[in-house]
């Protein structure tokens, strides 16, 4: 049926005479001639005393076939009354254009309620205001629009309003704009088991959504929470969780990468929740505060920005196996999507947490530039697996002012094969660059596995200020605990400078492994490893530098605790010379330069060649035995202090060890070996002082 109301103020009223197995009396009336009134109504008898009830503006349709539309041109319809069914009930659609509908009771779409029984599908397409409490919406199979080609608006404060395999869209054409508000006790509810429904705000209008105090959303199914995603062009969307408000739903998508979108999702205050069963990725703006909460599902952040702030929390779950959360991935234009520039950045402080199950991109692809930052007391981000910084992109990590990061090993062994124990990466894969920075007294990266730093490009990673970097092992037979230049590709520098800042790692530590690597310790900085080589394989050079730092190998253990310079590569370690007040210290169990056949090493302790150069307070002090070229090359330079329990210099046939002590350097042996047959050379020289005995060997020729 039809109902048109057009042009006047309408009041339409109906006094239902109820009797038992009696007829209904049907009253209209209009302020103004000439009005046409097509109403068929179907109305079922009350099993209640007999008695007149009021009720104004009731209209119900047959239930039989088709669908009915109430229409208001310019018309202002009110139900009000105090009895049980009191409203405004219409079965099959209800179309308002440039109208307000204001409902003190019920207002029900589809039917299906308490007093009326349909079978015929339900939507409501809005260009008006609607505000109603104690309302049931029932919508199947339809489209469901606030913001048709104007603006509509829907303030619901105590409603339920069911979809069952429909849609919301809020601003549907150009130059619309649909808001809905849900307080209260308004709930929303999408039922999709059989096939996906969704809740697009914005989508080639404008769209707001506001779930407030007491207000929900639930979902039974698959839903998709679109905000901004206009497929065509720019969107605008913008949705806020207030105040305790709850959404549950499958997946939310914040735009779609053609510039100019408007895309912001805002979760404020606590009890405010997002729950998720799918992914969530934003290519908007998002912010999470005030102890608000966001769970369930991935998080992915190609392009745009997500804060978690003010003790908010973020669980993301999974799904098993595949990284769980990217920040900054780089995604071409499709003719259904605008793109992603792949500059992204998500920043947890103000003590927010965080939790993810599998791994962390930061920088995902080529062209892709992702930041990270966890920042101030209190804040902090929780990794079951391993954090990528630079995976095929650029990625910056920024721990500062106290805040903290735990991750833990693997979960990107299908990106970078033999990563399993590894629960760090800077600079993966080639072409990227990997940043990282830990500054300030309370900062800390905490790995329960390795780091790589410049695996197979360019990674750098600085503690400064008090900053800590803890590394676990690996748990392979090497038991590496981090690693700088890790493929002949791969270019690492890590830098610990200032008081209290620390690599305390758990394991050995490679220098320079195929790739190059640096590691500086400089101003009070400290490093600490079982066993550290310098050059560790064939083709890898690595370089230490030393102004005013720390290093101590080995601990209490004293199986471990080897500082090699030049394994199987190249290595070369320098304390800075420079005036008497300059401290670089060195502890190990055991020392080896030039270790093994083709292999180079040389180690400067608070000197360089040449004359004019004072003395410093550097020393290396090597509990055990030192060997300076064992098969390969081996210059020790002692402008400082050195001393052992024993020294060999050139121990094997393809030893060629040299030791200088010059310019007041001093260094104390309880016996040193020169190993000079059989093509070893061993030469010790110098203008400093020598403290022990010199051991001939039999088979050499000592000079």
């Given at each position: 049926?039809?109902?048109?109301?057009?042009?006047?103020?309408t009041?339409?009223?109906?006094?239902?005479?109820?009797?038992?197995?009696?007829r209904t009396?049907?009253?209209s009336?209009?302020?103004r001639?000439?009005?046409?009134?097509?109403?068929?109504?179907?109305?079922?008898?009350?099993?209640?005393p007999?008695?007149?009830?009021?009720?104004?503006?009731?209209?119900?349709?047959?239930?039989?076939?088709?669908?009915?539309?109430?229409?208001?041109?310019?018309t202002?319809?009110?139900?009000?009354g105090?009895?049980?069914?009191?409203?405004?009930e219409?079965?099959?659609?209800?179309?308002?254009?440039?109208?307000?509908?204001?409902?003190?009771?019920?207002?029900?779409?589809?039917?299906?309620?308490?007093f009326?029984?349909?079978?015929?599908?339900?939507h409501?397409?809005?260009?008006?205001t609607l505000?109603?409490?104690?309302?049931t919406?029932?919508?199947?199979?339809?489209?469901?629009?606030?913001?048709?080609?104007?603006?509509?608006?829907?303030?619901?404060s105590?409603?339920?309003?069911?979809?069952?395999?429909?849609a919301?869209?809020?601003?549907?054409?150009?130059?619309?704009?649909g808001q809905?508000?849900?307080?209260?006790?308004?709930t929303?509810?999408?039922?999709s088991?059989l096939?996906?429904?969704?809740?697009?705000?914005?989508?080639?209008?404008?769209?707001?959504?506001?779930?407030?105090?007491g207000?929900?959303i639930?979902?039974n199914?698959?839903?998709?929470?679109?905000i901004?995603?206009n497929?065509?062009?720019?969107?605008?969307?913008?949705?806020?969780?207030?105040?305790?408000?709850?959404?549950?739903?499958?997946?939310?998508v914040l735009?779609?990468g053609?510039?100019?979108?408007v895309?912001?999702l805002?979760?404020?205050?606590?009890?405010?929740?997002?729950?998720l069963?799918?992914?969530?990725?934003?290519?908007?703006?998002?912010?999470?505060?005030?102890?608000?909460?966001?769970?369930?599902g991935?998080?992915?952040?190609?392009?745009?920005?997500?804060t978690?702030?003010?003790?908010?929390?973020?669980?993301?779950?999974?799904?098993?196996?595949?990284?769980d959360?990217?920040?900054?991935?780089?995604?071409?234009?499709a003719?259904?999507?605008?793109?992603?520039s792949?500059?992204?950045?998500?920043?947890i402080?103000?003590?927010?947490?965080?939790?993810?199950?599998t791994?962390?991109?930061?920088?995902?692809?080529?062209?892709?530039?992702?930041?990270?930052?966890?920042?101030?007391?209190?804040?902090?981000?929780s990794?079951t697996?391993?954090?990528?910084?630079?995976?095929?992109?650029?990625?910056t990590?920024?721990?500062?002012?106290?805040?903290?990061?735990?991750?833990?090993?693997?979960?990107?062994?299908?990106?970078?094969?033999?990563?399993?124990?590894?629960?760090?990466?800077?600079?993966?894969?080639?072409g990227?660059?990997?940043?990282?920075?830990?500054?300030?007294?309370?900062?800390?990266?905490?790995?329960?596995?390795a780091?790589?730093?410049?695996?197979?490009?360019?990674?750098?990673?600085?503690i400064?200020?008090?900053?800590?970097?803890s590394?676990?092992?690996?748990?392979?037979?090497?038991?590496?605990?981090?690693?700088?230049?890790?493929?002949?590709?791969?270019?690492?520098?890590?830098?610990?400078?200032?008081?209290?800042?620390?690599?305390q790692?758990?394991?050995n530590?490679?220098?320079?492994?195929?790739g190059?690597?640096?590691?500086?310790?400089?101003?009070?900085?400290?490093?600490s490893?079982?066993?550290?080589?310098?050059?560790?394989?064939?083709?890898?050079?690595?370089?230490?530098?030393?102004?005013?730092?720390?290093?101590?190998?080995?601990?209490?253990?004293?199986i471990?605790?080897?500082?090699?310079?030049?394994?199987?590569?190249?290595?070369?370690?320098?304390?800075?010379?420079?005036?008497?007040d300059?401290e670089?210290?060195?502890?190990?169990?055991?020392?080896?330069?030039?270790?093994q056949?083709?292999?180079?090493g040389?180690v400067?302790?608070g000197?360089?060649?040449?004359?004019?150069?004072?003395a410093?307070?550097s020393?290396?002090?090597?509990?055990?035995?030192?060997?300076?070229?064992?098969?390969g090359?081996?210059?020790?330079d002692?402008?400082?202090?050195?001393?052992?329990?024993?020294?060999t210099?050139?121990?094997?046939?393809?030893?060629?060890?040299?030791?200088?002590?010059?310019?007041?350097?001093?260094?104390?042996?309880?016996?040193i070996?020169?190993?000079?047959?059989?093509?070893?050379?061993?030469r010790?020289?110098?203008?400093?002082?020598?403290?022990?005995s010199?051991?001939?060997?039999?088979?050499?020729?000592?000079r």
């Amino acid at each position: 049926m039809s109902f048109y109301v057009t042009g006047c103020s309408t009041r339409i009223s109906a006094a239902l005479g109820c009797h038992p197995g009696g007829r209904t009396n049907v009253l209209s009336s209009c302020t103004r001639p000439n009005q046409l009134l097509d109403l068929v109504w179907r109305i079922r008898q009350l099993e209640q005393p007999a008695e007149l009830v009021h009720v104004n503006a009731t209209i119900i349709s047959f239930s039989g076939t088709g669908s009915t539309t109430l229409t208001l041109n310019g018309t202002s319809l009110t139900a009000t009354g105090t009895g049980i069914f009191n409203g405004i009930e219409v079965d099959g659609g209800l179309q308002l254009t440039n109208a307000s509908v204001t409902s003190a009771t019920n207002l029900t779409l589809g039917g299906s309620s308490s007093f009326f029984n349909s079978t015929v599908n339900g939507h409501i397409s809005l260009d008006g205001t609607l505000s109603a409490d104690l309302t049931t919406f029932n919508s199947q199979l339809g489209g469901n629009v606030i913001g048709v080609n104007g603006t509509g608006v829907m303030d619901l404060s105590s409603a339920s309003w069911n979809i069952t395999n429909g849609a919301l869209v809020l601003g549907q054409n150009p130059g619309s704009s649909g808001q809905l508000t849900l307080g209260g006790l308004a709930t929303l509810t999408l039922n999709s088991p059989l096939v996906p429904s969704s809740i697009i705000v914005g989508a080639n209008g404008q769209g707001i959504l506001t779930v407030k105090a007491g207000g929900g959303i639930t979902s039974n199914g698959l839903t998709v929470l679109s905000i901004g995603a206009n497929p065509s062009g720019p969107g605008n969307g913008q949705m806020s969780i207030l105040g305790g408000g709850v959404v549950s739903v499958g997946a939310a998508v914040l735009g779609s990468g053609f510039p100019g979108t408007v895309a912001n999702l805002t979760v404020d205050g606590p009890g405010s929740r997002l729950n998720l069963t799918d992914a969530l990725s934003s290519f908007g703006s998002m912010i999470v505060s005030n102890s608000a909460a966001v769970s369930g599902g991935s998080l992915s952040v190609p392009q745009g920005t997500v804060t978690l702030e003010s003790g908010a929390t973020w669980t993301v779950t999974g799904p098993a196996g595949q990284p769980d959360l990217t920040v900054g991935a780089f995604v071409p234009a499709a003719p259904s999507f605008g793109g992603s520039s792949g500059v992204a950045s998500l920043t947890i402080q103000g003590a927010a947490t965080g939790s993810n199950q599998t791994s962390v991109f930061i920088g995902a692809n080529s062209g892709a530039n992702g930041t990270m930052t966890i920042t101030g007391a209190g804040s902090a981000w929780s990794s079951t697996g391993a954090v990528i910084v630079g995976l095929g992109g650029m990625g910056t990590l920024n721990i500062q002012a106290g805040g903290v990061l735990t991750s833990g090993p693997g979960g990107f062994e299908s990106q970078v094969p033999g990563t399993s124990g590894v629960s760090g990466d800077i600079g993966a894969q080639a072409g990227s660059v990997g940043t990282v920075t830990i500054d300030g007294a309370g900062s800390a990266w905490n790995q329960t596995g390795a780091v790589r730093v410049g695996d197979a490009a360019t990674g750098t990673v600085t503690i400064q200020n008090g900053g800590v970097l803890s590394t676990g092992s690996d748990g392979s037979l090497e038991n590496l605990s981090g690693v700088i230049g890790v493929q002949s590709a791969g270019q690492g520098t890590l830098t610990v400078t200032g008081d209290n800042s620390e690599w305390q790692a758990g394991g050995n530590v490679q220098v320079g492994a195929s790739g190059t690597g640096t590691l500086n310790i400089m101003d009070s900085g400290k490093v600490s490893a079982d066993d550290l080589s310098v050059g560790a394989a064939q083709g890898g050079q690595g370089t230490i530098t030393m102004n005013g730092g720390t290093l101590v190998l080995g601990g209490l253990v004293q199986i471990v605790g080897k500082l090699t310079v030049g394994d199987a590569g190249q290595g070369t370690l320098t304390v800075v010379s420079g005036a008497p007040d300059d401290e670089g210290d060195i502890t190990s169990t055991a020392g080896s330069i030039g270790a093994q056949k083709g292999s180079s090493g040389s180690v400067t302790i608070g000197s360089a060649v040449g004359p004019g150069l004072q003395a410093t307070s550097s020393q290396w002090t090597v509990k055990g035995e030192l060997v300076i070229g064992e098969a390969g090359s081996g210059i020790l330079d002692i402008g400082g202090n050195a001393s052992d329990l024993t020294a060999t210099i050139g121990k094997e046939s393809t030893g060629n060890g040299t030791v200088t002590v010059e310019n007041g350097g001093m260094w104390t042996t309880t016996k040193i070996r020169p190993r000079c047959g059989r093509g070893q050379q061993g030469r010790l020289e110098g203008h400093g002082g020598c403290a022990g005995s010199v051991e001939h060997d039999s088979r050499s020729d000592h000079r």
